[in-house]
T-cell receptor, first 113, second 114 residues
């Protein structure tokens, strides 16, 4: 079975500062890794995903995540955050030929003006 | 495309009442699922379906029933609501087969059981 750990439940950061949201996973098989974002009172939206190939993946709004197999991590980073990045961020893992996703408990990112 | 739609957006029930949360998608996705979201617990899978007529249990299925008579619809039924079922419920859909398929989420239903 797979599991996901998001170590930080809340991350406050000042506007234009860098941020890292941590995600670690456990799995006995190869996995696919995802970051989803949830804005207030909305559903989840895909931010970025790692399937194979380059271990560094990027989103269209400046976020990036790096798959590190040896450390079983998939941390999310952004070099300069904006107020509009305030949201809940979920790391998720999926494996095998099924579609079951396992989500972390989420990290609430608050960008302070 | 409307994507994944859910109704109602908000609902208040009394303990013991029953109700159905509706979910529909217009993307011809085979896979549909229901999650509940609780503070500090992330999203937990309740039930899922890989196609019409096929359903299976997820991590927290007790107290919930589902059916899948069409590709488009995947209703979630609460037979006898309990305060522990107070939560935000999300429906999601995707293509089925490979685990790398993105899941598309509905806007959620906020349920309160008193």
């Amino acid at each position: 079975a797979q599991s996901v750990t998001q170590l930080d439940s809340q991350v406050p950061v000042f506007e234009e500062a860098p941020v890292e949201l941590r995600c670690n996973y456990s799995s006995s098989v190869s996995v696919y890794l995802f970051w989803y974002v949830q804005y207030p009172n909305q559903g989840l939206q895909l931010l970025l995903k790692y399937l194979s190939g380059s271990t560094l993946v990027e989103s269209i709004n400046g976020f990036e995540a790096e798959f590190n197999k040896s450390q079983t991590s998939f941390h999310l980073r952004k070099p300069s955050v904006h107020i509009s990045d305030t949201a809940e961020y979920f790391c998720a893992v999926s494996a095998g030929t099924g579609n079951q996703f396992y989500f972390g408990t989420g990290t609430s990112l608050t960008v302070i003006p | 495309n409307a994507g994944v739609t859910q109704t109602p957006k908000f609902q208040v029930l009394k303990t013991g009442q029953s109700m159905t949360l509706q979910c529909a998608q217009d993307m011809n996705h085979e896979y549909m699922s229901w999650y509940r979201q609780d503070p500090g617990m992330g999203l937990r899978l309740i039930h899922y379906s890989v196609g019409a007529g096929i359903t299976d249990q997820g991590e927290v299925p007790n107290g919930y029933n589902v059916s899948r008579s069409t590709t488009e619809d995947f209703p979630l039924r609460l037979l006898s609501a309990a305060p522990s079922q107070t939560s935000v419920y999300f429906c999601a859909s995707s293509y089925y087969g490979l685990a790398d398929y993105e899941q598309y989420f509905g806007p959620g239903t906020r349920l309160t059981v008193t």
